[in-house]
């Protein structure tokens, strides 16, 4: 079981940029595929992106392809979003989890991966 705890987050201009960060613990973090998603209040989660357990695939939602990048350490059991040009509607709290299952194809939605953290806050104000 992989468990995490994501931060990061805070208040920026639209415009702006933040890199948020999502440590695990558990064994074997190495072999699981890791994605971030996001809730906006009065939303459904959505998901953002996607990591395979080796760093070697990424996937992005299309509304954040070209302004969000999602990379891991393994070394250091972590793994970041950086996000740029951010916009009003990226406003949402965001969280991180593993894949549902080790050394399993890159995850592409919500339901591919397992327990999400407590999530960080994101707020770009206009």
Do not use: H
């Amino acid at each position: 079981q992989v468990q995490t705890v994501e931060s990061g987050g805070g208040l920026v201009q639209a415009g702006g940029s933040l890199r948020l960060s999502c440590a695990a613990s558990g064994r074997a973090f190495s072999a699981y595929g890791m994605g971030w998603s996001r809730q906006a209040p009065g939303k459904e989660r959505e998901f953002v992106a996607s990591i395979s357990w080796s760093g070697g695939s990424t996937y992005y939602a299309e509304s954040v392809k070209g302004r969000f990048t999602i990379s891991r350490d393994n070394d250091k059991n972590t793994v970041y979003l950086k996000m740029n040009s951010l916009k009003p509607e990226d406003t949402a709290v965001y969280y991180c989890a593993a894949g549902r299952y080790s050394l399993t194809p890159i995850g592409r939605s919500v339901a591919d991966f397992g327990s999400w953290g407590q999530g960080t806050q994101v707020t770009v104000s206009s």
